[in-house]
Nanobody
Framework: QAQLVESGGGLVQPGGSLRLSCAAS????????MGWYRQAPGKQRELVAT???????NYADSVKGRFTISRDNAKNTVYLQMNSLKPEDTAVYYC???????????????WGQGTQVTVSS
């Protein structure tokens, strides 16, 4: 089995920056894509950004120009650089990976435990 562990959340003032990290470990044969989702209180979980193995990225309109997703394939780690943070970015951020645990298994979706990001003055 694979595991995803996030880090980097916290409290930041509006206009500030945070960098989230998510490391995948355990049984990993191939990672197809990694990404970040978020869930604010009383709202559904939503896509923030994704990056596929070839490096192509996709962003929610609400974060375009402010957030940057990147990936270190050698470390099986994905990052989310968040700049110009707004109070509406406050949420629990979840790491997501579409990966194949073993050469003879199927692709599966894995989730991290989530990390809280709070943007407030």
């Amino acid at each position: 089995q694979a595991q995803l562990v996030e880090s980097g959340g916290g409290l930041v003032q509006p206009g500030g920056s945070l960098r989230l990290s998510c490391a995948a470990s355990g049984s990993i044969f191939r990672i197809n894509a990694m990404g970040w989702y978020r869930q604010a209180p009383g709202k559904q979980r939503e896509l923030v950004a994704t990056i596929i193995s070839g490096g192509s990225t996709n962003y929610a309109d609400s974060v375009k120009g402010r957030f940057t997703i990147s990936r270190d394939n050698a470390k099986n780690t994905v990052y989310l650089q968040m700049n110009s943070l707004k109070p509406e970015d406050t949420a629990v951020y979840y790491c997501n990976a579409d990966l194949r645990p073993g050469w003879n298994t199927y692709d599966r979706i894995y989730w991290g435990q989530g990390t809280q990001v709070t943007v407030s003055s």
